[in-house]
């Protein structure tokens, strides 16, 4: 195991199981903030373990999420190659509290690690070096047996963020203080005073800590927590039952607020926690009228907006202050004022059941990707695209049948017993209840047009019989295709 | 022939041939604004004549358009059913001058009406009766030799509209004043003075004269274009020819204004030029906070907005005096105040040659429509829609070959010699340079998914054989399908 330069071994858990909905409509509840693109061609949660490989190796990192989000997480990692990185899943999302209680305990059995450090996956940090030196200066803190947290030095009076009020030094070579305060989102006149006055830091959500300093804590102040979480180590309670009893509840108000061996480490990361359409705003470059132009987007004479054109044309005249996002299905049109309110109208969405908050048209696959293309009364058109070397699982539907047709590169097709190779501009009908395999042999894109009929097209009409991933299960069918 | 309640024979002349580029994205070159079925279920152009009829046969009225325009014009009347009305096509637009010079020459040539009452395409008009009357009343100055023009009684001082000026009664049992001022649109502070001084009518660009007075007119004041359209009508020279050497200008500066003969009958007909999407926020219902919301448009807190959402879901929070409108393919966010420059952004795209400024996904043919669903290299997929009983034309592809999945509905598809009942989930291929033929003997829909591949796949790649509509010629590669 690596060790930091102070010789202390680390043990990195990443938070991922937020559903990150201010982001709608770029975010869907089944492609999470985390997993976007938003900065750069890594995702929010690629960039955060990138970020730590200097100090924590991959098959020290443990990311935490939840069932829900499962595949599109695995996917994620699977991406990068990072096959080694621990996916622990919460059976329900019940604040940080319980997601660092359950790798802490996940951990103990593991005894591997002597501090845990706490990252969120979906924020920015531009300053790695910054992020690197003060792992380890508290590193040495948590050692020594702080509950340590990163205070970052604001930059500007911040009403978004939540503020540590820093206390006297605290005695250790890696310098920090101690907490005199964890104060919520201010009004602006008091983020000025702390601007002003020196000694706030922001809240990053960001920790580190002996792992028995944690389980200790968790079982002083959230008992309730801590025991249903041992009953699960200990084998005598599944997960689901244990989430059941466990209070949802931050780290912050849980742990951090009631302990008085909290200490501070100051650091300048060049920081944000990409809250909202706001903050992605202010991370983005503008034009000489403050405008971020991101995509297909055509403007006359607006001001101070957010244009983010995923794929179509969009034309924007005479705005100020106004933020639109555009993907395939879905628009949003918000004052920059209103950022916060998108979480209320996703929920808004939610409650009417909405295709458009709970995936994308294009789906994200081990083996590639599809989009659907065209539905209809008893048909879907999809086009899949199959990377080169990769294949689709083998799998039957009871409801559909499907028309391929080759538009680019040459397909392997398995149907029934039969396999044949088949070339752009050729097609093959695959019946209900026939076992059928879509495969790429070559070292180009293979493209497919796929039109499905039948009474049912859901994803889930799906039997799996053989898979080159981890959706391995004949009777899964949580993971299509 | 009808006559008039007073006896007077009229000829109706519809000036179609606007690009209405102000209602992009809903409007598109290909796609003017007089078909756009904006207010109800009728297009502009269809509720125009719609309203004349109790008045003008469909025998006596002609559309003047121009070529680049035939076809849509074409399928908006054929969708009514009214093949008897003319269709007359400019080779380039040369404004309203040429347009009424060009139908008074043609008429000439029929000798079948004494007075032409002409109406812009693409107005709205509420009051029908109020229409009917004013064009009896405005019938019977024609005859006596006035040149008429219908002044709206003005509701709000408009500053889009220009306005005429009533002077002193004419003598005549229909009423009506001489003109004494064509004014252009004022400023806010008097159109103001207008409206409370009384006697300013709003200029409808609607008309009435006698076919010689007209002409002699024209003659009198633009002897140019007279002489060019006279020339084309006794067969010395081609529209091409002509329409080069006629000035771009309206009838009202080239003739209106220049002349002492005019009458304006007065008329309150609940009308609009419809001429940006600020008139048809104007013309559309509200909520108690002033949005109009068309289609699936999701509001929080916005103020005075107008929402046009085609078929996408459209969310907008905390926005005041913004339009949104959104098509399948582009979207437009534009502030109230700032209407009238959508022509200018439209002039900026069509300098790009997007598509988006030319067409829609969904194109409308007499057969029923097609909608492009995904391209890429090398291949496009179209949902094709048949009528019952309808059928394209017989055709040929030089460069592409298509696949046909019928997805509901059974076809009736000719390939080569071999003519074939092809039922719901069953498919055909039509190869290269192969005549075929896709027809819907059933009573309900036809739909197919149409997967074409090829190195080319632009739509004027079409030998057309045989046809059950207008586009006859075998070599007429200007309309495709």
Known sequence: MLTLDSGLSLFGVILAGGSGTRFWPLSRSQYPKQVLRLLGSESLLQATIERLLPRIPLAHLAVVSNAAQADVIRLDLFRKGWSDIRVWLEPLGRNTAAAVGLAAVLM??????????????????????????????????????????????????????????????????GGGFHCDEFIEKPELSRAQAFLRDGGYYWNSGMFLFRRDVILDALARHLPDLYQALSLVAEGKQSLEEAYQKIPSISLDHGIMEKVDNVAVVSAIL??????????FYNLTDKDSRGNALVGRAEDLDSRNCLVFAQNRLVATIGLEDV????????????????????????????????????????????????????????????????KPGQRLSLQL????????????????????????????????????????????PGPGLLRIIEVQTGAYLGEDDIVRLADDFWRVSANDDTEPK
Chains 1, 2 share one sequence.
Do not use: M
Request: proline share 4%; aromatic share 8%; net charge negative.
């Open 270 to 279: 060049d920081w944000s926690d990409v809250g909202t359409w706001e903050a």
């Open 323 to 386: 933020i639109v996002v555009d993907t395939v299905d879905a628009s949003l049109v918000c004052h920059r004022d209103r950022v916060q309110d998108v979480k209320n109208l996703v929920e808004r969405l939610n409650r009417q059941n909405l295709a458009e908050s709970v995936h994308h048209p294009t789906v994200e696959r081990p083996w590639g990707r599809y989009t659907v293309v065209d539905a209809g009364p008893g048909f879907q058109v999809k086009q899949l695209e199959v």
């Open 108 to 173: 103990d059995r593991e005894k591997d690690a002597e501090i845990i450090a706490v990252f969120p996956a979906d924020h920015y940090i531009g300053n790695q070096d910054g992020l690197l030196q003060a792992l380890d200066r508290g590193a040495e803190l948590a050692q020594a047996g702080y509950l340590v947290t990163f205070g970052i030095t604001p930059t500007r009076p911040d009403t978004g963020y939540g503020y540590i009020k820093a206390g006297k030094a605290v005695e250790s070579p």
């Open 397 to 440: 539907h009871e409801h559909r049948a499907e028309h391929w047709v080759v538009v680019q590169g040459q397909a392997r097709i398995t149907i029934g017993k039969e396999i044949r190779e088949v070339a752009t501009n050729e097609s093959v009908f695959v019946p209900l209840r026939t076992a059928h395999r879509l495969e790429n």
